[in-house]
């Protein structure tokens, strides 16, 4: 019986196991997706507003001479409670407009500046910063080349709370699969090893009472195995019986 229990424990912890590392698997999965799709959400918003500033630059407008840039990013960030800020830069990283005043006239984040002078390509880029997710767009003028760019700043709190929740429900619902499945691990292994162990006791006593001398066998029946220990009972007693006719036959001879 212990080695019964040994087995369910055993298997009881390697299921734990699995179901731990589905979890972590899922977790992490579903955080990517919800990350992935707020950065889409995001860049949406920024080639809205690309494309509204860069529609003034092909009229021949210098980008800080682009005043309407102010309200299209007031506007723009209004509509997505995520945003956090939104700032436009020129080529050396100042900030030119911003729906902030208070980031006005400060310096754009490193990896926007670099974006200006060939960073990934001079395509969109996004990072994260704390809380906090970064995305920098490059705008185009006429002539093709990069006026300055666009940086977005967006909480990233909504995902955190979704991740948290989904945390908790896969959490409680890995509880019942995990127990469920330990139950019917636990039972199915119950119910298939115990008929092996006992006949195993019972094949054990039989081999223990071939040593004793009044040959007292209980052995188990049916199947293959009964019909192997009864094979190997009958060759065993034959073999007792030749060694003690030949003992009565030497003490015979020595009288």
Do not use: C
């Not at 590392?21 to 707020?38: C, F, H």
């Not at 021949?60 to 830069?89: F, N």
């Not at 994260?128 to 940086?151: C, T």
């Amino acid at each position: 019986m212990k080695l019964v229990v040994r087995i369910i424990l055993a298997l009881a912890l390697v299921n734990s196991v699995a179901v731990g590392i589905g979890v972590v698997i899922l977790l992490a999965r579903y955080e990517s997706m919800v990350s992935d799709l707020q950065v889409s959400r995001v860049a949406v918003t920024a080639a809205a507003v690309k494309n509204t500033i860069e529609s003034q630059l092909a009229l021949g407008l210098q980008l800080q001479d682009a005043h309407d840039t102010v309200s299209v990013i007031a506007r723009a960030a209004k509509r997505d409670p995520d945003l956090d800020a939104i700032m436009v830069y020129d080529p050396d990283g100042r900030v030119l407009f911003a729906n902030r005043e208070a980031l006005q006239g400060g310096i754009a984040p490193p990896q926007a500046v670099a974006l200006l002078r060939g960073g990934n390509g001079g395509k969109q880029v996004s990072w994260r910063d704390d809380s906090f997710g970064l995305m920098a767009v490059p705008l185009i003028s006429s002539f093709g080349v990069p006026a300055g760019g666009l940086v977005l700043r967006f909480s990233r709190a909504a995902p955190i709370r979704a991740l948290e929740s989904a945390t908790e429900q896969l959490i409680s619902r890995a509880v019942f699969v995990l127990l469920g499945s330990i139950t019917l691990l636990g039972g199915a292994a119950y119910l298939t090893f115990r008929p092996l162990m006992r006949l195993a006791r019972e094949a054990t006593a039989g081999l223990e009472a071939m040593t004793q001398d009044d040959m007292v066998i209980s052995l188990p029946s049916g199947g293959w195995l009964a019909r192997e220990l009864q094979t190997f009972e009958q060759d065993a007693r034959l073999a007792l019986t030749e060694i003690k006719q030949a003992e009565i036959r030497l003490e015979s001879q020595s009288r």
